[in-house]
């Protein structure tokens, strides 16, 4: 839903400012089992991003962290910690149209837990 939200709004934008839409660059996927402190990250370049994760024992959620960096300012953009599943909403970068966007994601439930992070990053302008 917060998707398509932000993807109306970047069509009035267009509209109104005569700007084009921004497009889906890349989304980038992994699962697997992570132990407890262990993480996992994806990367790309945009200048927007989101990212969602599921943390599972035994098919029961568990807790952990989600993150979004801007590794070309060094900064954090969002940090969601929790019970899964996990979810950042979109942020926009600091460093412009094509920033070095990271997301990670870190098991703090205690146990070796199954993972699924999914991260989208979008272009700049064309």
């Not at 969002?78 to 412009?96: A, D, H, N, Q």
């Not at 094509?98 to 991260?119: I, M, P, Q, W």
Request: with cysteine; proline share 3%.
């Amino acid at each position: 839903m917060e998707k398509l939200l932000m993807k109306s709004i970047l069509l009035v934008a267009s509209f109104c400012f005569a700007l084009p839409a921004a497009s889906l660059a890349s989304q980038s996927t992994a699962s697997g089992t992570l132990a407890d402190g262990e993480q996992v990250c994806l990367s790309g370049f945009g200048f927007l991003a989101d990212a969602e994760a599921t943390l599972e024992f035994d098919g029961t959620p568990v807790n952990g962290k989600l993150t979004i960096w801007d590794n070309t300012a060094g900064v954090r953009l969002v940090k969601v910690t929790g019970t899964s599943p996990l979810e950042t909403g979109t942020v926009e970068s600091v460093s412009g149209e094509n920033a070095d966007l990271e997301s990670c994601l870190t098991n703090k439930s205690g146990v070796n837990a199954n993972y699924s992070l999914t991260f989208n990053f979008f272009s700049g302008f064309p």
